[in-house]
């Protein structure tokens, strides 16, 4: 990293540290079995969200009243919903719905996050003296209550849903970027850079961002997992994705009633949404290791 601050100046532009390692990244995934089944996991659920349609063996909204509740057989291999959906059609076409709508809000809270970290670290002052107020507000709520109220607020369906878990995680990257900012903000290349007359909104995007991006990306990745299980709990309290539209959430919540008659209606995406939680932490906890060497030794998976 030393080295990499020295010599700041090439061709007049300020050269900002490089944070990522490929190599490292890759061997953390190869060499260590929890990160490695956690990414492929994810690879898989992400194959079965894009493949859907060609995967699932039935349309997820065809019913059956006469095959209503039927446990699994040959035809049905999870079994069928309450007005003779196949489940595992069902479930299949609710990875779709739960990781778009976690990737979606991660992503969106993740643009917010960063923009007011970068502003709030670099400005300092009284701007991020307000800025962290806001987010220790927000922080001190707890996630689901607060998501309920919004959702409660906006009404029901994915674009709520969205937006409330959008609103509420973009506080974890702001931190997190805020952190980071201080502590680079008065290295020398970015000393350089300010001498040579960039404006601070170069500096900020053009040589702070590149060395905050590693904690992003962890950060991100993590935030994942955290927003599916947010969603999924919405859905199961009735206030998110709402029927015919399958996704995880409202499929556990459907099945939780008939769970002595059905147990795969309920277990079936309760296991997809642990699995994928898990994995996501798993990769995030890696994804850590991998871009923070100062972490390894004290990491259980680096063991």
Known sequence: MMKSMENPIRDGNAVPASVFNSNSIIKTLIHHKVVLAGAVILLFMLVVAVFAPYLAPYNPDDQDLYQVLQGPSRQHLLGTDDVGRDLLSRVIFGSRVTLLMGAVSTFFSAIIGVFIGLVSGYKGGVIDMIVMRITDTFMCIPALVLI?????????????????????????????????VMLVRELPYVEAARALGASGFRIMFRHLLPNVMAPVIITATIALGGNIMLESAVSFLGLGVQQPTPSWGNELRIGYSYLEIVPLFSLAPGLMITLTVLAFNFLGDGLRDALDPRLRSNSPMMR
């Open 148 to 180: 309920l109220v919004m959702v409660s607020a906006l009404g029901p369906g994915m674009h709520s849903v969205i937006i409330s878990i959008t609103v509420l995680s973009w506080t974890w990257f702001a931190r997190i970027v805020r952190g980071q």
